[in-house]
T-cell receptor, first 116, second 110 residues
Framework: SAVISQKPSRDICQRGTSLTIQCQVD?????MFWYRQQPGQSLTLIAT?????????ESGFVIDKFPISRPNLTFSTLTVSNLSPEDSSIYLC?????????????FGEGSRLTVL | RKEVEQDPGPFNVPEGATVAFNCTYS??????FFWYRQDCRKEPKLLMS???SGNEDGRFTAQLNRASQYISLLIRDSKLSDSATYLC???????????FGTGTSLTVIP
């Protein structure tokens, strides 16, 4: 299993500002995933953060809006830039279980963002 | 078409009831299948993986039908603590792409 610490757990931001979310894992992992869960919706993958290379973004998500850092194998940040009310959501950091034959994901507790 | 589709519910069942959730997936190349549980305002947590032969964990039984591309979860003898949203998750195993269903809401009533 993996223990993932994510912060902030919640924040209220003004439109036009940015919020950076941090994710710390208690073990080294190759890939870290950033998901968004909008109210009443399921999880949507924003991007995959790889150490030593640029993040891989999913369709509909761009680096200018969601810049990601991955300085080492245990840490990543996601910034949500130029905030608008539509960015109000829960953002979740996730890693795949190490040495898992079938693959399973562990999640941080999420960062609940409200944009006014 | 969505990669993974679930009936969102809500399912409201009395304690002790048996309830079943189904989920369909669109890509026949999908390799791994899971049920996650998400409590209100919490992160998703793995409930169980789903194997081709079907698998059981206490009151929970998961089954996979590759031919029809659906996954099921059966909960027997429902408890109040089973109230949550259950997410169907499919992994392509290529590029580590996990696809989530919208979740099925379950409320177990005393």
């Amino acid at each position: 299993s993996a223990v993932i610490s994510q912060k902030p757990s919640r924040d209220i931001c003004q439109r036009g500002t940015s919020l950076t979310i941090q994710c710390q894992v208690d073990s080294q992992v190759t890939m870290m995933f950033w998901y968004r869960q909008q109210p009443g919706q399921s999880l949507t993958l924003i991007a995959t953060a790889n150490q030593g290379s640029e993040a891989t973004y999913e369709s509909g998500f761009v680096i200018d809006k969601f810049p990601i850092s991955r300085p080492n194998l245990t840490f990543s940040t996601l910034t949500v830039s130029n905030l608008s009310p539509e960015d109000s959501s829960i953002y979740l950091c996730s890693v795949e279980a190490v040495a898992s034959l079938t693959g399973e994901l562990f999640f941080g507790e999420g960062s609940r963002l409200t944009v006014l | 078409r969505k990669e993974v589709e679930q009936d969102p519910g809500p399912f409201n069942v009395p304690e002790g009831a048996t309830v079943a959730f189904n989920c369909t997936y669109s890509n026949s190349a999908s390799q791994s299948f899971f049920w996650y549980r998400q409590d209100c305002r919490k992160e998703p947590k793995l409930l169980m993986s789903v194997y081709s032969s079907g698998n059981e964990d206490g009151r929970f039984t998961a089954q996979l039908n590759r031919a029809s591309q659906y996954i099921s979860l059966l909960i027997r003898d429902s408890k109040l603590s089973d109230s949550a949203t259950y997410l169907c998750v499919v992994n392509m195993n290529t590029g580590n792409q996990f696809y989530f269903g919208t979740g099925t809401s379950l409320t177990v009533i005393p």
